[in-house]
């Protein structure tokens, strides 16, 4: 368990950055908001996902000065690790709720599952399910014909759900709304292994394991 929570206060650290935006929405810092005391100058402060009232969040300095390529880099990464501890959080409470699949309903939830001693075949049979979501993941989450439109985008030319019809002010908005629920989940599946493993999840309103 200590593994897994360090391993996944890594990956948060990794996904910090916000991404290109034009405009002035309500999801950005507008040029009458004060300098953001968190952030060192940076030519990113006004990137999607920068937000009052910490704005473009690096205190520790490491996209200052660093090129394009670099920020993109690290936006996709915070991407990418968003959508996974959103997907994390889901299957969490789906199976806090009893939800399971076929002959699996004896199976426990929670992560001191993985704990158990004689780890039980319910758990057992989803390890392999587990590594094949992991495949499909790093098949499909990435930019396959080097044409996609910004950092995350993996439509490959293939399927854009009416995205190219919208206005850029729109899009900006929708962008800067699944980083905000990505850096959320991350907070949240991190915030659940803890307190899981110290026992108190029933003091913050959900089912300890």
């Known amino acids: 368990m200590k593994s897994a929570i360090l391993a996944t206060l890594i990956g948060s650290a990794a996904a ?3 991404s290109a935006q034009t405009g002035t929405t309500s999801t950005t810092l507008n040029s009458n908001t004060r300098p953001d005391l968190w952030t060192p100058t940076t030519s990113y402060q006004n990137e999607v996902g920068a ?3 910490l704005g473009f969040f690096d205190p520790l ?3 200052k000065d660093e090129s394009q390529e670099k920020f993109d880099h690290l936006r996709e990464v915070e991407i990418r690790h968003g959508r996974c501890a959103m997907l994390a959080v889901t299957g969490w409470l789906t199976t806090a709720a009893g939800v399971r699949l076929p002959g699996m309903e004896a199976a426990p939830f929670g992560f001191k599952a993985l704990l158990m001693e004689g780890l039980p075949s319910e758990v057992r049979g989803t390890i392999p399910l587990t590594l094949m979501t992991v495949f499909c993941l790093t098949v499909f ?3 396959s014909t080097g044409e996609n439109a910004f950092p995350g985008d993996y439509r490959n030319g293939l399927i854009d759900f009416g995205w190219d019809k919208q206005t850029t002010e729109w899009q900006n908005r929708k962008r800067a709304i699944e980083l905000n629920n990505g ?3 991350q907070m949240g599946i991190l915030g659940i292994m803890i307190h899981e ?3 108190n999840l029933n003091d913050i309103g959900l089912p300890q394991p």
Request: proline share 11%; aromatic share 6%; charged share 10%.
């Open 141 to 143: 989450m990435q930019d």
């Open 197 to 199: 493993q110290l026992g």
């Open 183 to 185: 850096r959320a989940a």
């Open 61 to 63: 300095g490491l996209v």
């Open 51 to 53: 937000i009052a009232p």
């Open 16 to 18: 910090f950055a916000p």
